[in-house]
């Protein structure tokens, strides 16, 4: 079948992999080495990725509620000391944080580096 990858975009022979066209150099040498195809892997990516983000909020959202005052009302008071902080780290930039905060981003990127597997 000749159609356009939609990868690498190019027009050359191509393989049908999940409904999806891709060349014989994108779809690589995977397709008999028992190893998940990298448009396979692409196919999943959004899921496997927004599951992490679902578990990363939730988790973070059981620390913040876990440091928070709980009110009569229901609702959660943040300590002064974590607005401070987060609102200094929210208005810095990556290239300006202290290496413990770059430590911290850099653990969250391996994770999602990890997911879509390079």
């Not at 990858?5 to 027009?11: E, L, Q």
């Not at 397709?31 to 973070?60: F, M, N, Q, T």
């Not at 913040?64 to 959660?76: M, T």
């Not at 008071?77 to 930039?93: S, Y």
Request: hydrophobic share 35%.
């Amino acid at each position: 079948m000749s159609a356009e990858c939609m990868i690498c975009k190019c027009k050359t022979t191509l393989e049908n992999s999940a409904m999806l066209s891709v060349c014989r150099s994108c779809y690589g040498t995977h397709k008999d080495s028992g190893v998940e195809p990298p448009v396979e892997r692409l196919v999943k990516c959004p899921e496997l990725l927004a599951d992490y983000a679902h578990e990363a909020w939730a988790g973070w959202m059981r620390y913040v509620f876990g440091i928070c005052k709980l009110n009569g009302d229901e609702s959660a008071t943040i300590p002064r000391w974590a607005v401070e902080r987060w609102t200094r780290q929210m208005e810095t930039p990556y290239e300006m944080l202290s290496e413990k905060e770059k430590d911290s981003d850099r653990k969250e990127a391996d994770k999602i580096l990890k997911i879509i597997g390079t």
